[in-house]
């Protein structure tokens, strides 16, 4: 079946199989890997997706379903060579260790901070509720979205130079 | 894990989707996905024809219709939970909506799909009970009104037969209603291990009526009637609560699993249908 989806502003015509789902249609047929399959069942996040502005589980949809859509991945975020605010955030904060849920964590973490830039722990650990990590213990990751809230309120962040004991 | 070949269908007329389901064998809609797309890719479910009704124009309106509202079959459960609507004539079915799963889930997922899906722990079912709502259902023969008391038949069983769609529900206004939830993963994430839903019509100091409605506990969501007649005719005071509370798990089979036991199970339908009854009449 023939879509059309445009991803990190690039227009895609492709012909897939109705049964494709998003995140094969993303990692094989257009090569981005950057949006990982966890779980594969709809449980970890890790394939999170924004598409029409909203997150998704891209394991858990159809690449029929996204067709006339506008989707963003991981590879979209930065802009050239300048992370995005919250990548930036995970790199200062130490927001990751293995980094396998990390694509998916800056995905929610976008979409939290496109509604809300100066959220509460709270609402920060609410808003990555779909988004399971195995290494982190989360408290790393609340440091970065804080971070990266800061510098989309232009404001200086703090925290990032705190020290991790090893 | 990918599901089993199917023809994909997008029709833009429900009169469209109708024709194809009735036409075919073995079709099934696709809404939300958050149900049918794990089920398809575990095999569970292998249709020839998915019909997905998201591309057809209105079904993801919520309207003011007078004496009720009106919840399209394409609102996804975050437009429930933040709809003013729903928050000011329905707090139990945002409650539960926004209760459901997580936001990507969220997202996607419909309050309808969640409905017609049946699942026996599923959140938004148990609030069209207690609430009385009213599922609008169309067909090629017509459309018919079901109650929601008569929808849910058991676990994974509604009352639609494979050429319905669900339109829309009908939720009445007036009362008041709350739904408080113990999710797997504690707080209200994930479904519930018990959970429940009530409305009370209380205007004069007096509960006049009563529904209440409890999830995660039997084969399917179901209304508790003995706790309902237990806080009816009463001022709504701490006994009748306790009294409502002590009916939870009346005449139903309460389910085991990793969760929790048929003891603790029982015990926290108790504690749920205690804890919204205080949240409705404090
Ligand atoms: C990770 C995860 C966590 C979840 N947690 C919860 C939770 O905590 N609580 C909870 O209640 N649910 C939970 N769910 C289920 C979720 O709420 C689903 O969205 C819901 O069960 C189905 O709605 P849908 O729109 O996604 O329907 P779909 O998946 O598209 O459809 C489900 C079934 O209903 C039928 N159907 C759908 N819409 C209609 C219609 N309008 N008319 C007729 N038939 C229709 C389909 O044919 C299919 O058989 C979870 C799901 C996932 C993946
Ligand atoms: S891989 Fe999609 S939710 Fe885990
Ligand atoms: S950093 Fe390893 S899973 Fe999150």
Known sequence: ??????????????????????????????????????????????????????TVKACTMLAVQADGQSVQTIEGVANGDELHPVQEGFWECHGLQ????????????????????????????????????????????????????????????????????? | MYPAKFDYVSPSTL???????????????????????PLMKMRLVRPTTVVDISRIPGLDEIT????????????????????????????ALAQAAGATADIQVRNQGTTCGSIAHADLAADQPAAVLALG????????????????ADFFVDTLTSALTPEEILVK????????????????????????????????????????????????????????????????????SGDAIAEAASHATDDIVVLEDLYGSVAYRSHLAGVYVQRALEEVLA
């Open chain 1, 1 to 54: 079946m023939e879509i059309s989806v445009s991803v990190n502003g690039t227009d895609h015509r492709s012909d897939v199989e109705p049964r494709t789902l998003l995140v094969h249609y993303l990692r094989e047929d257009l090569g981005l890997t950057g949006t990982h399959i966890g779980c594969d069942t709809g449980y970890c996040g890790a394939c999170t997706v924004i598409v029409d502005g909203r």
């Open chain 1, 98 to 166: 293995c980094g396998f849920c990390t694509p998916g964590m800056i995905m929610s973490s976008i979409a939290l901070l496109d509604s809300n830039d100066d959220p509460t722990e709270e609402e920060i650990r609410h808003g990555i509720e779909g988004n399971l990590c195995r290494c982190t213990g989360y408290h790393n990751i609340v440091r970065s979205v804080q971070y990266a809230g800061a510098r989309i309120r232009g404001e200086e962040p703090q925290g990032a130079s705190q020290e991790v004991s090893s």
């Open chain 2, 15 to 37: 009169e469209e989707a109708l024709s194809i389901l009735s036409a075919s064998e073995n079709a099934k809609v696709l809404s939300g996905g958050m149900s049918l797309i």
């Open chain 2, 64 to 91: 003011d219709e007078g004496d009720h509202i009106s919840i399209g079959a394409m609102v996804r459960h975050a437009d429930t939970a933040a709809s003013p609507l729903v928050i000011e004539h329905a707090a």
């Open chain 2, 133 to 148: 709502a009213t599922m609008v259902v169309a067909s090629l023969a017509g459309t018919r009104e079901i109650a929601a």
């Open chain 2, 169 to 236: 529900i009908k939720v009445p206004k007036g009362g008041k209603s709350a739904y408080v939830k113990l999710g797997r993963r504690g707080g209200s994430s994930d479904y519930p291990i018990a959970a429940c839903a009530v409305w009370v019509d209380a205007s004069n100091g007096t509960v006049s009526d009563a529904r209440i409605a409890v999830t995660g506990v039997g084969s399917k969501p179901y209304l508790a009637a003995a706790s309902a007649q237990a806080v009816v005719g009463t001022d709504g």
